[in-house]
Nanobody, 116 residues
Framework: VQLVESGGGLVHPGGSLRLSCAAS????????MSWYRQDPRLERELVAR????????NYADPVKGRFTISRDNSKNTLYLQMNSLQSEDTAMYYC??????????WGQGTQVTVSL
């Protein structure tokens, strides 16, 4: 399993970014996919998840209405569209894949910094 995140960077408050996670080495369409984030001072937290079975989605309360998770199974890629970014969104963002057997894998992360 290989997960490679991209798309992070520095953005002003109110701005937008689109993160991508390129997946390889496994059957992408069969895995539940998620985005997590971690501020160095805090624990890693779930941002959004999209299931493989029915495509159902859930979001953490702080990002509801601002972030959109999606997946393109034909491209083996997971996305996170982030709008109306706030300083509180500053974190390292990680892609996570969960196999049908329950095994998880992480990407290396991409840094998102929201600042003036």
């Amino acid at each position: 399993v290989q997960l490679v995140e991209s798309g992070g960077g520095l953005v002003h408050p109110g701005g937008s970014l689109r993160l991508s996670c390129a997946a390889s080495g496994f059957t992408f369409s069969a895995y539940d996919m998620s985005w997590y984030r971690q501020d160095p001072r805090l624990e890693r937290e779930l941002v959004a998840r999209i299931k493989s079975t029915d495509g159902s989605i859930n979001y953490a309360d702080p990002v509801k209405g601002r972030f959109t998770i999606s997946r393109d199974n034909s491209k083996n890629t997971l996305y996170l569209q982030m709008n109306s970014l706030q300083s509180e969104d500053t974190a390292m963002y990680y892609c996570h894949a969960r196999s049908p057997m329950g095994f998880g894998s992480w990407g290396q992360g991409t840094q998102v910094t929201v600042s003036l």
